[in-house]
C-alpha cells in the first residue's frame, strides 16, 4: 500500500526589527534550532517527520499525512473540547523542553486524531528576536519573540474560542490590552489590525466560557497552566 506524506519547505522566521545584529546568523540559527526540534520530537500528538530532501537547492521536510486541519471541517461542541484536552495533553509533553508558539485552528490536523504541526516556533523559553505566532491567536509576549509556556495556553485557548464560534476571538489581530502595550514602532507595523473588545460566546457551552477567558488573560501569570487545562477538559469531555 502506498504510504501518504505531506510535504513542505523549510521556509526562514519573520525576523523582529530594532535588535538585529546580522541578519543571516540569526535566520541559520534559527533554521537550524528548528531541524534540531523536529527531529527530537516523538509524541503521538505531533505529526511524525519522516525524512529531509534536497530539491534545486531548496530544503524540503517530508511528515506522516495528517489529515485535514481544523478551518478545513466542522466539529462538534463535545469534539472540539476533546480535541483541546488532546492538544493540551500534547503541549505538557512539549512544555518539558519549550514551546510550539504558534497554536491556531490550522496548526492542529485531524486524522483519527489531533496532531499538532508546524513547528517553525518551537522554542526553548527565552528571548529572542524572531516575532512569533499568528495574528488573531497570539499574546503580547511574542510580538517581543517570547517564547513561553504560557503563550500556548493563549493559542489554545483563542482556538478553542474559534471553534465555538467559528472565527478568533481578536479579529485580524490581537486583543486591545495587547495593542495598547506595544510601543509605537511596533504598532506602525500592525496599523491595519482591527481588534475585538469581547470573545462571541453564542455558540460556546456555559462550562468551557470560563475556562477560555482564563485562557485569554493578558498576563500570562493569571492563565492556567496547560495541565490544568488538561485536567478540567479531562474531566468535562
Known sequence: ????TNIKPLKPPTVFFGQLGDEKIILKRAQA???????AL????????????NIDADEYLVFDHCGKNLYQQQVTPTQ????????AKTCIYLHVKGAHNDITPGNICIQN???????EQYLPTCDQSVQLGTPGFR?????YGKSRPTNDVFGLGATMSYLFSGEPPFLRGDNQQTWRSLDEPVKS???????????????????YRALIEKMLKYQ????PSINEVYNYLSNEV
Open 113 to 119: 486524531k489531533p496532531r499538532l504541526v508546524d513547528f
Open 33 to 39: 534550532q528548528e531541524r534540531a526540534a523536529l527531529f
Open 80 to 87: 472540539a473540547a476533546s480535541i483541546v484536552r488532546d492538544v
Open 139 to 143: 499574546c503580547s509576549d511574542q510580538l
Open 42 to 53: 516523538h509524541h503521538s500528538g505531533i505529526v511524525a517527520i519522516k525524512a529531509e530532501i
Open 1 to 4: 500500500m502506498k504510504q501518504l
Open 220 to 223: 500570562p501569570q493569571e492563565r
Open 189 to 207: 507595523r500592525f496599523e491595519d489590525t482591527v481588534l475585538r473588545t469581547t470573545t462571541p460566546y453564542i455558540r460556546c457551552p456555559v462550562q
